[in-house]
C-alpha cells in the first residue's frame, strides 16, 4: 500500500514536472509575443496608455482587437501611412498579429488626462448628437456611446487627446488610402467638415472617458 | 554720476521684468564651472547650451529629489540641485536653453550612417524602437524630452551604457531602449547623434 502510494506520488510529481516543462516551453514560444509587446510599449506606454513623445503615440490599452489588426494591416498595405509605423509593422510576423491585439485589448489602466481645458460639453455634444446642420454625425452611432468601438472601428475612450487631434488634423492624408474599401475612408467628410475647435473639444471629452 | 543712475534703474527694471540671467550670475557660473563657459559641455558634463527648457526643470528636480541616480548625477549634480529654489531653477533653465548650442562632433564618422538608421527607423525585428518616436526627426527634443542632436559622444555614450545596466532606471523608457541596443548599435547611435546640428526652429 505504502509502494502503491510512493507510486502515486512518483507519478504526479513527473506529470507535474513535465507539465511545468511544456508549460516553460510554450512561455519561451510566447517569449516572441513578450518581448515583442515590450517593444511596442516602448513608445505606447508602460501599460499602452499612450505617450506624448515628438509625435503622440495611441493608446492602446482595451483596444478593439480588431481595429489594431486591421491597422497593422493597413501600415503594411499603405492604406495608412506613417513612416515610423510602416517599420514596425514589418518587424512583426502575421502569426503574432492576433496575440499581440488580444494582449492589448486586455489592459485597462486609467486615461492619461492632461488635456488642455476648453469646451467638452462641446464634445460631449457632437460625441452624442452630432453637429447635423455641418454634416457631422454622432461619433456614438458608430464608436458606441460608451466610446468603446466595435470590430474594426476603435475605441475612443481614454485616448491621448494629442494623439486624438493630431489623428483626426491629418486623416484624409493619413488613413483611407484604400479607397473605399478601407473602413477609414468614412470618416474622410466627417473630419472635414470639423473645426479645429471642435476637434479639440471631442478630443477633450472622449480623452477623460473610461 | 547720472549716467551711472539710469544704468542701475535699466538694470533693475529689465531683472525685475524679465528675471532673465546673466552669464556672470554667480547661479549661472555655479553652472558652468562644469558645463563649461559658453554650457557646450565639458568632459563628463553634458552640453546645456539649447536643451530643452522644461527638460532642465525636470531633470533638476529629479536631481533634487534623487531621482535620477546613475553615479555622476549623484556624485556631483545631487548637491548642486539640493539647493536651489524654485525661481533660481527655472531662471538657469530658461537661460541655457536660450544659448544656441554646437555640435561636438566627436564621434566615429564610420559609424554614423548605421545610427542614423536606429535613429530614424528602430530595428523592428530586432525590437530596438526608433529614437525620433519621441525625439523628433532632427533630434531636437520637445518639451520634457531632451535636444540629442549636437551632445557629445562620450555622454551619450555613457548614458546608454548608464541605463542598459540598470542606472537611472527612473528614466523611462531608457532602461527598456538601451537594453534593447547592443554595445557597436549603442557606439553607432552616439556618433551619428554628435553630428547632428543643434540649431532648429521647432521649440
Not at chain 1, 509625435?55 to 513612416?83: D, K, S, T, V, W
Not at chain 1, 485597462?108 to 446642420?133: H, Q, R, S
Not at chain 2, 552640453?47 to 522644461?54: H, I, K, P, T, Y
Not at chain 2, 532606471?169 to 553607432?188: C, D, E, F, T, Y
Request: charged fraction near 20%.
Amino acid at each position: 500500500m505504502k509502494a502503491v502510494r510512493l507510486r502515486v506520488a512518483l507519478t504526479a510529481a513527473l506529470a507535474f514536472f513535465l507539465a511545468a516543462t511544456a508549460g516553460h516551453q510554450a512561455q519561451a514560444g510566447a517569449g516572441g509575443i513578450e518581448a515583442k509587446f515590450e517593444y511596442c510599449t516602448t513608445c505606447h506606454g508602460p501599460s499602452a496608455q499612450g505617450f506624448r513623445g515628438f509625435y503622440a503615440m495611441p493608446r492602446l490599452a482595451g483596444q478593439q482587437p480588431q481595429y489594431i489588426e486591421n491597422q497593422l494591416h493597413a501600415f503594411l498595405e499603405r492604406r495608412r501611412l506613417n513612416p515610423v509605423m510602416a517599420n514596425v509593422a514589418h518587424g512583426i510576423t502575421p502569426d503574432m498579429i492576433p496575440a499581440l491585439a488580444a494582449h492589448m485589448s486586455a489592459l485597462n489602466p486609467p486615461p492619461v488626462g492632461g488635456a488642455p481645458a476648453g469646451d467638452a460639453a462641446l464634445g460631449k455634444e457632437i460625441f452624442t448628437n452630432g453637429l447635423p446642420d455641418q454634416n457631422v454625425p454622432a461619433c456614438s452611432a458608430c464608436h458606441g456611446p460608451d466610446a468603446r468601438g466595435q470590430r474594426e472601428i476603435p475605441r475612443l475612450a481614454g485616448q491621448l487627446y494629442w494623439y486624438m487631434v493630431s489623428t483626426l488634423s491629418i486623416w484624409s492624408s493619413e488613413r483611407g488610402q484604400g479607397g473605399r474599401q478601407d473602413i477609414s475612408w468614412i470618416m474622410r467628410p466627417t473630419v472635414a467638415n470639423l473645426t479645429p475647435k471642435e476637434v479639440q473639444a471631442l478630443a477633450e471629452y472622449v480623452s477623460a472617458l473610461r | 554720476m547720472k549716467n551711472f543712475r539710469t544704468k542701475m534703474a535699466v538694470l533693475a527694471i529689465s531683472f525685475a521684468t524679465t528675471g532673465a540671467l546673466q552669464a556672470d550670475d554667480l547661479s549661472v557660473r555655479n553652472c558652468t564651472w562644469c558645463h563649461g563657459t559658453s554650457a557646450q559641455g565639458y568632459y563628463e558634463a553634458p552640453r546645456l547650451a539649447g536643451q530643452r527648457e522644461d527638460y532642465l526643470i525636470n531633470q533638476l528636480h529629479a536631481f533634487a529629489a534623487h531621482e535620477r541616480d546613475e553615479f555622476l548625477s549623484t556624485k556631483y549634480m545631487w548637491n548642486a540641485a539640493a539647493h536651489l529654489d524654485s525661481l533660481t531653477l527655472r531662471n538657469l533653465a530658461a537661460y541655457f536653453s536660450a544659448l544656441p548650442p554646437e555640435s561636438a562632433k566627436d564621434g566615429d564618422s564610420a559609424l554614423a550612417a548605421e545610427g542614423k538608421i536606429i535613429f530614424e527607423d528602430g530595428v523592428p525585428n530586432e525590437n530596438i524602437a526608433a529614437c525620433q518616436a519621441c525625439h523628433g526627426p532632427e533630434a531636437q527634443g520637445v518639451r520634457e524630452i531632451p535636444r540629442l542632436g549636437g551632445l557629445s559622444y562620450s555622454y551619450l555614450k555613457r548614458r546608454l551604457e548608464e541605463w542598459s545596466q540598470g542606472q537611472d532606471a527612473w528614466g523611462i523608457p531608457m532602461p527598456k531602449v538601451a537594453r534593447s541596443l547592443s554595445p557597436n548599435q549603442i557606439a553607432a547611435v552616439a556618433s551619428y547623434l554628435s553630428f547632428v546640428g543643434g540649431e532648429s526652429s521647432e521649440k
